[in-house]
């Protein structure tokens, strides 16, 4: 009996093959008559979405026609992330109000640069939420929500300063390409000319052909960086042609120094925060301690590495080149030479950058390690 049931499927799969075989693509309706037959052109938004996006659209455009700073970075990812656009759904706050509401809180910020949207945004919408939508669960929502505002906001962040970044130090290989490029025309024309060798024309031209390789990866990253902070932003079209700053914000005068931040953390992590039980949250309490310890570090130690690059290593390698520039002008060394020190004085630039850019990426991942605000000195 099980024998003739298998031969039975097979005999069906047989069928049914032979069946798919016969099909052509002419069978199928196009994509005008499945339009049609579903009546999808005909469709209309869910209400209240119109309204909302028209409004978020507006302030987009108004963020992106300067050059885009973090805090509108933010901004922008308050209004236009997916994720958080569900709470506002959910919340019954779907409207232009929100928008008019969380510009007013950003426009208010002291600090732009750095600015706490994502923590504005989420208020808004959890306390036009409270009395409204499961009164009873505002504990729990709290902690989802804004939970999901912060970590968006740190990631933007992160993202924000990574492209910023990129678009600076391509901006200093295309100066160091710029100074190969003259000293490998020069060394072609010298060797032309019979006052110089093979060897050292050739060594010219293997100079800039490094750098030349050197700019092509960093134009790939900085279109790489830049399209990962648009992905974040849900940006298109002409939003996503926004244009960088010339360079990081600068490094804060002095460095940062925090006392009692690991109360101030267990004050505001919500993993903390969620926990009930003693044991749990003891070992959430041991975590959550560690990691501040470590991500203050970092942020520590990111400072001076990038205070010691600008106020040490920047001021000496100009300090070479200045006395290059005086030997050259009186003839007691070469264009090369010249033009080799002017190429370290790029390089320390470039240090300086990559070290500014970590700094700004920690202070990031302290800020969301201590629950998404560093406290006040």
């Known amino acids: ?83 958080l656009q569900q709470h506002y759904q959910a919340a019954q706050i779907w409207d232009e109000d929100l928008v008019a509401e969380m510009t007013e809180q950003a426009q208010q910020e002291k ?6 949207i994502d923590w504005a945004a989420a208020r808004l919408a959890l306390m036009k939420s409270v009395n409204t939508i499961r009164p009873r669960e505002f504990p729990d929502t709290y902690l989802d929500v804004t939970e999901d505002f912060l970590e968006t906001g740190e990631v933007v962040r992160k993202a924000y300063f990574e492209a910023v970044a990129a678009h600076q130090l391509q901006a200093m290989l295309e100066q160091a390409a710029t100074a190969t490029q003259a000293a490998a ?14 060897r050292s024309q050739a060594l010219q031209q293997m100079s800039h052909a490094e750098v030349v390789k050197s700019l092509a990866e960093a134009k790939l990253e900085s279109i790489a960086a830049r399209e990962a902070l648009n992905r974040l932003l849900v940006l298109w079209g002409d939003e996503a042609n926004w244009a960088a700053p010339l360079k990081l914000p600068d490094l804060p005068a002095t460095r940062p120094e925090f006392s009692g931040l690991e109360e101030h953390a267990l004050e505001r992590r919500f993993d903390a925060l969620q ?55 009186g003839m007691l060394l070469g264009v090369y030479d010249l033009i080799a020190d002017t190429q370290g004085e790029i390089e320390a630039g470039r240090d300086y950058v990559e070290a500014l850019r970590d700094y700004w990426i920690a202070e990031a991942e302290l800020t969301q390690t201590l629950g998404g605000a560093l406290p006040k000195n």
């Open 185 to 198: 025309e020069l060394a072609n024309a010298q060797y032309a000319a019979g006052t110089t060798n093979r």
């Open 275 to 329: 926990e009930r039980n003693g044991w749990a949250l003891w070992h959430t309490a041991v975590d959550v301690r560690s990691e501040v310890r470590e991500n203050y570090a970092v942020l520590q130690t990111r400072y001076d590495l990038a205070k010691y690059q600008k106020e040490t290593v920047l001021p000496l390698s100009q300090a070479i080149l200045g006395e290059t520039q005086l030997e050259y002008n």
């Open 1 to 83: 009996m099980k024998t003739q049931k298998r031969l039975a499927l097979v005999a069906g799969a047989a069928l049914l093959t032979a069946g798919c075989a016969a099909t052509t693509l002419e069978n199928f309706p196009d994509t005008g008559r499945v339009l049609e037959r579903s009546d999808y052109l005909a469709r209309k938004p869910i209400g209240g979405l119109s309204d909302y996006q028209e409004a978020a659209q507006r302030r987009v455009k108004a963020l992106v026609a300067k050059p885009l700073t973090v805090g509108a970075a933010v901004e922008i990812a308050m209004l236009n992330t997916p994720k």
């Open 111 to 116: 600090e732009p640069d750095r600015t706490a």
